[in-house]
C-alpha cells in the first residue's frame, strides 16, 4: 500500500468517514470495469474555496460541542426572535430575500444545519434528534431567550421536534412549512414512506453517486442514472456543474433519510403527541401519482389530517393553512407571502 492512499485511509477513519471510503473504492472499480473515467467533484468545508460563494450577511459560527454551526443575524435584538431552519440541501441563504422582509419586525437567526453550508460533518451522526438538540444549544448560546421558529421541509419537521421536544421556555410557537411529517419515516404510521414518494429515491441517488462528504463526486454518472433509476421523472439539473445549494451539503445526510436512520429513534407520531405550543402547518403542491400510488409533495392531505388531529388531541392550538399550488419553499418562491404570513401568525403567540 503506497502512503498517500494508507494517509487516505487513516483520514477518513479517523474522521468516521469509513462508509465513505468503502463507496469510493466501489465506485472506482466499477469505473475500471466498464472503462468509464468522469470527471469527479469534491465539496464541502475542506476544500472551501470551491464551495462557498460570499452573500448579503455577515456568517458567523458557534460551537455546540459536537458541531461547529454556521448562522446569519440581522434585525434589533429588542424585536422578537426568530428562528428559520431550512430543509435539506438548502444552506441559510435560501432565505436570503425573506431575511430582508423580516428584519424589520423580528431578530432574524437563519443557520445551516449539520452537514449542510459551512456547519460540520458528522459521519455517522445525522438524525432527527441530534439535529433537534442541536438547535436548542443554538438557541440556549446564541439566542438566549424564548424564540418563534419556523423550519422548511426536513427543517419543518425539526420545527415539529421543537414544538415536542424543546426544553420549557426556549421556544413560543413553531411554524411547520409543508414538513414531510411521516412520509419521511421508512416505517410510518400514515400514508406512504420516504420509499413511496418522489424526494427519497433522488436522496438514494444523490448518496450512490456523490458518496459521503461527496467521497465521489460522480455528478455526470448520477446525471446519467436518474432515467434508469428513479421511479418517477424528476430528472436532475442538465448543468456541468452541481448546484450551489448541493454543493454545501453532504449526501450522507440524504442516505440516513432513505436507511431511515434519520427518524429511527424518532417516531412521528409520538413525536406530534408530545406538542406542548401553537403550531402553523402550511400546506403546498402535493398530489398521489396515478400510475404507483406514490406521493408526490410533502405530505398528502391524509398524512396533513392526522397531524392536525394528533396535535389537538395534545390540547394545543394548530392553525392550518393550504397553498395548493404553490411550490415547496414558499419563503424563496414568495418571500413576501411567506413574511406576511408568518408574521401575521406569530402576533398571535403569547409574548
Given at each position: ?19 465513505a ?41 458557534v ?27 438548502e ?37 432527527l434528534?441530534?439535529?433537534?438538540n ?91 442514472a ?40 424518532c ?14 402547518f ?46 415547496h ?11 406576511n ?11
Open positions: 500500500m503506497n502512503k498517500s492512499l494508507r494517509r487516505e485511509i487513516l483520514a477518513y477513519v479517523s474522521l468516521g468517514g469509513t462508509m471510503l468503502l463507496q469510493r473504492a466501489a465506485h472506482a472499480q466499477q469505473n475500471e470495469q466498464t472503462g468509464a473515467h468522469p470527471r469527479n467533484f469534491h465539496y464541502g468545508p475542506d476544500n472551501p474555496s470551491e464551495t462557498y460563494v460570499k452573500h448579503a450577511y455577515d456568517e458567523q459560527t460551537d455546540l460541542g459536537e458541531v461547529k454551526m454556521n448562522y446569519v443575524a440581522a434585525g434589533s435584538a429588542s424585536s422578537p426572535a426568530l428562528l428559520l431552519i431550512p430543509g435539506q440541501t444552506s441559510w441563504w435560501g432565505y436570503e430575500k425573506a431575511i430582508g422582509l423580516l428584519k424589520d419586525r423580528f431578530h432574524v437567526h437563519a443557520v445551516d444545519l449539520r452537514g449542510q453550508g459551512r456547519s460540520t460533518r458528522t459521519p455517522g451522526r445525522y438524525t434528534d441530534n439535529m433537534g442541536d438547535l436548542v444549544r443554538f438557541i440556549a448560546l446564541v439566542i438566549r431567550r424564548p424564540t418563534v421558529v419556523s423550519g422548511l421541509s426536513s427543517g419543518g419537521v425539526l420545527s415539529a421536534w421543537m414544538s415536542a421536544y424543546a426544553m420549557p421556555g426556549t421556544v413560543r410557537g413553531c411554524l411547520y412549512e409543508d414538513p414531510p411529517l411521516f412520509s419521511s419515516e421508512v416505517n410510518t404510521s400514515y400514508g406512504q414512506s420516504i420509499r413511496q414518494g418522489a424526494a427519497g429515491p433522488m436522496f438514494a441517488l444523490w448518496a450512490k453517486y456523490l458518496g459521503d462528504q461527496w467521497s465521489i463526486g460522480d455528478w455526470k454518472g448520477m446525471q446519467e436518474a432515467a434508469r433509476e428513479l421511479h418517477l421523472r424528476m430528472p436532475p439539473p442538465s448543468t456541468d456543474e452541481p448546484p450551489q445549494n448541493l454543493k454545501e451539503y453532504d449526501p450522507e445526510w440524504g442516505r440516513s433519510f432513505w436507511t431511515g436512520m434519520w427518524a429511527a429513534s417516531d412521528h407520531a409520538q413525536m406530534l403527541s408530545h406538542v406542548k405550543m401553537p403550531v402553523l402550511t400546506h403546498h403542491q402535493r398530489r398521489i401519482d396515478d400510475k404507483t400510488g406514490f406521493l408526490i409533495g410533502a405530505t398528502s392531505d391524509l398524512q396533513a389530517r392526522r397531524v392536525r388531529e394528533i396535535i389537538e388531541a395534545a390540547g394545543q392550538p394548530i392553525e392550518y393553512k393550504s397553498f395548493p399550488t404553490m411550490g419553499p414558499m419563503h424563496q418562491i414568495d418571500p413576501a407571502l411567506f413574511a404570513t408568518l408574521t401575521a401568525w406569530a402576533e398571535t403567540l403569547k409574548a
